[in-house]
């Protein structure tokens, strides 16, 4: 596996009218991702024939100030959000990366990670190739680039013929977008139009937020090419069990996206239902951990007939705890990011939904608030099982140091996070709430069975 763990939101635009600025779509469709990632970010445009690259540390907004700035106009633009694990907050892994090759310069945006990295990147260094980051964005880019008597489309076939593992990425050439996914389809990546302009985007979401009609989802294997001739789908993986990462349907993808045709906030709905059925219990109210319980805790609320109300506020300009890089960081931003509203919770018996427990940090704070608050009672009810394995794919919890379910009973993790009651989804409900088989996607974090080999 790379070295660095990405969970990462990818977005580009391409218009079919050169004279037209695609620039602020890509700003649009980066805050739409800002979810996936918020350490830093970057974007590649083309530029009177070559391309320029703007990034930094950050959220959108503080990242390409330079853009800002600047404000260069251009009618083909790859966007890139990215999260990393701890220590590895330099600009120099911040994506998109742009490498000179036979083909021209290519800028590379990737989401995922590979599991054959270590064989990759010492196959490409004993061949003399430089190589400047830690990244599988970089080995992709340098493998493609590695195959120079081939014409891109086979270059790149050539390239991810060798590669094992999660990616969704697109490249940039002076012509042409190319988008792929992994032959199991494990990252999210679809494609979007808006009159002329072509979009794609890890999440459908953000095709929402720029006008534009949401056209398909990229299949597994499958690689798009967009140019002045339109779209170009063709198969060049062959393609295996489909593995999509539940955890996208669970927690990383927002409520409003669509993943493998599904809705992710009717799936959570789903995830909630099924805890109900699983696990009934009488309470006064059921409420969500603040936000991405909501939807799972509004199914539970329904299954068991129970009202839903709103225990805690959220202070919005908080961001994301799962991703902030570090572990005091992490309890910093919790501490400013919830407060108890007292008379929704004086006295009451409360179900509190959650989406997943990964640390148990954020658990163990937003119980204490709710009694705090005056809550009598405190279940709380996860609409996932136990995350006891870690990921090789990209979502940051590749050490089973870090996982609560990896080393401690579920009785164990409740007497941690100080709940009277909890109570999380089996996998079997997992599967039956998502309609899928286990063999249909990935839930390694939660099974411990993967969908590839690991050659870490
Ligand atoms: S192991 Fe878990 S988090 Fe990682 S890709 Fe699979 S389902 Fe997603």
């Not at 992709?140 to 680039?145: N, R, T």
């Not at 294997?221 to 339109?230: A, D, F, K, P, S």
């Not at 992710?264 to 409420?287: F, T």
């Not at 379910?405 to 009785?411: G, Q």
Request: glycine share 8%.
């Amino acid at each position: 596996m790379a070295e660095i763990t990405e969970e990462c939101g990818i977005f580009a635009a391409f218009s079919l009218n050169a004279d037209e600025d695609v620039v602020p779509f890509v700003y649009n469709g980066l805050f739409s991702l800002q979810h996936r990632g918020q350490e830093a970010a970057g974007v590649a445009l083309l530029s009177n024939g070559s391309i320029e690259v703007y990034k930094g540390l950050g959220l959108v907004n503080q990242a390409l100030r330079e853009i800002e700035g600047k404000s260069p106009t251009s009618n083909m633009v790859l966007g890139h959000v990215r999260c990393s694990s701890s220590g590895e907050r330099s600009v120099v892994n911040v994506q998109p990366f742009v490498g000179h090759t036979a083909h021209g310069d290519i800028a590379i945006a990737n989401n995922g990670n590979l599991v054959n990295s270590r064989n990759l990147r010492e196959d490409l260094t004993k061949r003399g190739t430089l190589l400047q980051t830690r990244t599988d964005a970089e080995l992709i880019l340098a493998s493609i680039a590695k195959n120079s008597r081939l014409d891109m489309q086979s270059a790149i076939s050539q390239a991810v013929s060798q590669t094992v593992g999660a990616y969704s990425f697109v490249l940039m050439d002076s012509n042409s977008f190319y988008a792929l996914r992994d032959p199991q389809g494990m990252k999210p990546l679809c494609v979007g139009r808006l009159a002329d302009i072509y979009m794609i985007s890890s999440e459908s979401c953000a095709f929402e937020n720029c006008g534009a009609e949401f056209l398909f989802e990229i299949d597994p294997g499958e690689l798009v090419i967009i140019n002045q001739e339109g779209i170009q789908r063709q198969n060049v993986l062959s393609i295996e069990d489909p593995a999509l990462c539940v955890f996208e349907y669970i927690y990383l993808a927002r409520p409003d996206s669509i993943l493998a045709g599904k809705s992710v906030h009717q799936i959570r709905r789903a995830l909630g239902r099924e805890l109900g059925r699983e696990k009934p219990l009488d309470a006064d109210l059921v409420m969500a951990a603040p936000e991405s319980g909501t939807s799972a805790a509004l199914g539970l609320a329904s299954e068991l007939g129970l009202p839903f109300d709103i225990g805690l506020v959220k202070n919005r300009y908080v961001g994301r705890t799962f991703i902030r890089p570090d572990q005091k960081t992490r309890q910093n931003a919790l501490r400013l990011k919830l407060t108890p509203i007292a008379p929704v919770l004086k006295d009451k018996k409360v179900i509190l939904v959650d989406d997943s427990i990964v640390r148990g940090n954020t658990s163990r704070k937003t119980v204490k608030l709710l009694r705090e608050g005056g809550a009598k009672e405190v279940a709380v009810y996860i609409a996932s099982p136990p995350f006891k394995h870690p990921c090789f794919y990209g979502v940051d919890a590749t050490n089973p140091k870090d996982l609560i379910a990896n080393s401690l009973s579920k009785e164990e993790i409740r007497q941690a996070i100080g709940a009277d009651i909890l109570e999380f989804l089996s996998l079997e409900g997992l599967y039956r709430a998502i309609g899928v088989s286990a063999q249909e996607i990935c839930s390694g974090c939660f099974s411990g069975k993967y969908p590839t080999v690991i050659d870490i």
